[in-house]
């Protein structure tokens, strides 16, 4: 600590540079005055710690306070000492007398927030280091210590102005150069982010790390050569390290340099058999190669090395539905859900999966657990109503027709499902001639005229190209007209087969 307190600084320094073996005669000697003996062990307790003995050194400190109850910087180091084996609670407890006796012991406020961090208190580690910067605002290790915090809290803005902090008073802090890129990254504010790890390289060139993340933005920012650049030269440096191989790999699948991607993973493997992310992206690269048979056999590799891990489910679940092997993907797509609840996504895929196979309610159920977690996704809406309509559950499937169209006016699938549904139920004979509600009728000649527009757009050039072919050929108005409205008809026809197929 630098703090001189309790003690001159005479006595301070004078005690410091006895050997521990005089320390601990003062200490036994009865003629030496008890404060004194208190500042000796202190002493002994510093030496103990700077040896990373701190068991020891905890010892020592106690005897201090047991002989001066109120010596502010025993109680504070042994608060940091605590904290150094992981007696967070017991390091709070000792901080607080600390602060409890000096209000502006900057230290003992750092030492706090430390151990509150550890003990997962984090809004409270950020009130400790805010005491400390009050009493003493050049402290760039609070700050870095308030940054973490603020980062567990979730709060980037905040932690990235503490790290700002941070690189304004000690600019060759690495850590929170890299820090501070992780967050501006985070936060998308890419150029700002390559801007910090260029600092960390400038400071330390051989940094893996940063050229790693620098490869990273990159390749966020569409610099794919200079991304798959930036990988090379932490390869360079770490060229034992399977992770960069697999991040260039999937950097030149990317670039759809799919046997170049191939032979990087094969470096991955080289270096670790068992790598799942390896076997997982290599399964992707065949999946794209259309070797869907090798895609599965990487697979089940990755899932034999990492059998915990969802992604390499969820590829082969997703490889077997393009193979429509429905109940071997929802097998894999159950798997995938067990280690990964959240992944909205893959429940829209797996109720797909059960609808292939007639599963209608426990398609019902898996588009509720997408619902759950991404409720105003409007094509998985009109998902779930496609199914209920299978049920024969019309007044549901209209509301969630209705619930889709509310998310998204213009999507016509929508509207057009909602109408066959209104047909099919003869509701809508009964909406055209007045048998209900004045907004049902409203949203009835709202649907046609999009209908009717979208079938204008959709349909009129071909009609029109179709009559003037028949006018040229026959030069007969009337074969015009009738050519043009078979051909209407005919698609019309079609896409109310196409729904009803749905």
Sequence with gaps: MSQTDDFSEI???ESANLSPATRDRLIQDDTTAVDVKALLAYQQGRSLANEQRFADAIAHYTQAIELKPDYYRAWSDRGDALKRIGRYEEAVESC?????????????????????????????AVASYDYALACRPADYTAWYNRGLSLEKLHRATDALASYDQVVQLKPEHLQAWRN??????????????LSSYEQVLDLKPDDVKAWKRRGDVLRDLGEMEKALSSYDTAIEFLPNDADLWCDRASLL???????????????????????????????????KLNRRQSALA???????????????????????????????????????????????????????????LHRYEEAIASYNQALDRQPDNANTWYQRGLTLRRLGRFEAALTNFDRALALDPDFADATRSRLYTLLTT??????????????????????????????????????????LSALVATSSQGMAWAVGLIFLAISTWSDLIREAGR
């Design 11 to 13: 006595e301070y320094f």
């Design 180 to 193: 501070r890129g992780n967050l501006l990254h985070q936060l998308h504010r890419y150029n700002e982010a």
């Design 96 to 124: 607080d007398r600390a602060v409890a006796i000096r209000a502006e012991g900057y230290a003992a406020w750092n030492h706090r927030g430390i151990a509150l961090h550890h003990l997962g208190d984090y809004d409270a």
């Design 298 to 356: 990487s697979c089940e590799q990755a899932i034999a090395a990492h059998p915990d891990d969802y992604y390499p489910w969820r590829i082969q679940a997703l490889i077997y539905r393009d193979l429509c092997q429905f109940d071997a993907a929802i097998a894999s797509y159950e798997q995938a859900l067990a280690l990964n609840p959240e992944d909205a996504d893959l429940w829209v895929h797996q109720a797909a999966a059960l609808s292939k």
């Design 426 to 467: 003869g509701m809508l004979v009964n909406h055209v001639f007045g048998n209900c509600t004045l907004i049902e009728r409203d949203r009835l000649w709202q649907d046609l005229s999009h209908t009717g527009e979208r079938l204008v757009k959709q349909k009129l050039p071909a009609v029109i190209i179709l009559g």
């Design 253 to 287: 699948f990317d670039l759809r340099r799919y046997p170049a991607g191939l032979e990087t993973l094969e470096k991955a493997l080289e270096l670790n058999p068992n790598h799942a992310k390896a076997w997982s992206l290599k399964a992707i690269a065949y999946a």
